[in-house]
């Protein structure tokens, strides 16, 4: 933290503690000259409940002078002043939480460590090794679960890891490095085109995946998806491109949605979907049960 902000946090945290010393003394002090013992404020609800002006209970005053007293000792202690380190000083990074990463390592490391040399895709078939299948589900559920959903059959914008459509891949290696490295899907906004152009992608888009949809816009729709450049990403055949995570868009599988608004919404706003990395914060042996029981999901 640079000096300033040190400082800026010491004479806000001070201020506050004096502030309120001053606070319940001034209060105290009005009372005691203002009002006597029982007398009433002038206040009245519900015709004859009125309000009573009796300073507070001793034992309640003295409950504040003890939160202050704490708050001060406690600051002396620990960190918590700006840059001050405190006088015990204890830090949460240094070495307290160090300390607790370690001992869990040396505890669980090994656990997860035993399955490190065996391939992804024996963990996810083979019989043997359901137990690293359920390991994996257990760190599914606690770290991925959140966005893919319990069962890892996402929602819109979070994709289906249980089915067979892949965004980036779905071989061992494309399944561990999406975990591991995280994606960032860039499909770029269209919102400079024409109203007609628009809707006309919309019926091309719609009637790659649904042979019924039959309206006069396709053909020209088509010859739009080229010049515009969505082939680029998305390929001549529409079937996508896993290096760039570039959707299928001639089956039902929907990332975002596939009905003409949605798709509308797609083209014209663009869309940016972010696969956070896991690797730093997992580690390699994690990232790679996680792998195992992902791909078992499909297969
Ligand atoms: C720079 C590459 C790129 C270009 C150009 C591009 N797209 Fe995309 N498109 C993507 C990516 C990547 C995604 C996935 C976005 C995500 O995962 O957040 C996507 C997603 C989509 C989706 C959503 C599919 C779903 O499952 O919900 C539609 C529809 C789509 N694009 C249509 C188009 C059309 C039409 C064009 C041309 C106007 C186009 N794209 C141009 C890369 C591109
Ligand atoms: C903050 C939300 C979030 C979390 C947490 C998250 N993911 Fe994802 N994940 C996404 C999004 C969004 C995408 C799609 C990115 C895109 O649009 O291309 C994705 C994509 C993926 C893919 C690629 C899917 C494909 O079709 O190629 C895999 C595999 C995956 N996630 C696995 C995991 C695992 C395992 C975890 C837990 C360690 C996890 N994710 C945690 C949001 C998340």
């Given at each position: 933290m640079s000096t300033f902000w040190s400082t800026w946090v010491v004479v806000l945290t001070v201020g506050n503690i004096v502030a309120c010393l001053w606070l319940i003394r001034w209060t105290m002090k009005k009372r005691s000259n203002e009002a006597a013992t029982g007398d009433v404020t002038g206040h009245t609800w519900d015709e004859d409940l009125q309000e009573y002006n009796n300073p507070l209970p001793r034992w309640w005053l003295w409950l504040f002078y003890l939160t202050l007293a704490f708050a001060v000792i406690y600051l002396a202690l620990y960190p918590?002043?700006?840059n001050y380190q405190g006088?015990?000083?204890?830090?949460s990074h240094g070495s307290q939480y160090t300390q607790e990463m370690q001992a869990a390592e040396a505890k669980y490391g090994p656990i997860y460590r035993?399955?490190?040399?065996?391939s992804v895709d024996d963990l996810a078939s083979k019989p043997e090794y359901a137990e690293a299948r359920a390991m994996g589900e257990r760190l599914f559920l606690t770290y991925c679960m959140q966005c893919h959903g319990s069962d890892a059959r996402g929602s819109s914008g979070f994709p289906n890891l249980a089915d067979k459509d892949w965004l980036w891949g779905g071989s061992a290696d494309q399944i561990t490095a999406s975990i591991a490295n995280g994606r960032q899907a860039m499909m770029p906004a269209?919102?400079?085109?024409?109203a007609a152009s628009i809707d006309n992608l919309v019926a091309y888009v719609r009637s790659l995946s649904d042979p019924v949809t039959d309206s006069a816009g396709q053909s020209a729709g088509r010859q739009i998806f080229v010049t515009a450049g969505c082939v680029g990403c998305h390929g001549l055949d529409a079937k996508g491109n896993v290096l760039l995570g570039?959707?299928?868009?001639?089956?039902?599988?929907?990332l975002y949605g596939g009905s003409a608004a949605t798709i509308r919404e797609t083209i014209t706003k663009g869309r940016h979907g972010i696969m956070p990395a896991h690797q730093e914060l997992l580690g390699q042996d994690k990232v790679h049960l996680l792998a195992a029981y992902v791909a078992s999901l499909s297969r």
């Open positions: 918590g002043l700006g006088l015990f000083g204890w830090s035993q399955y490190a040399s065996v269209h919102g400079h085109l024409d570039a959707p299928n868009l001639t089956d039902n599988t929907w």
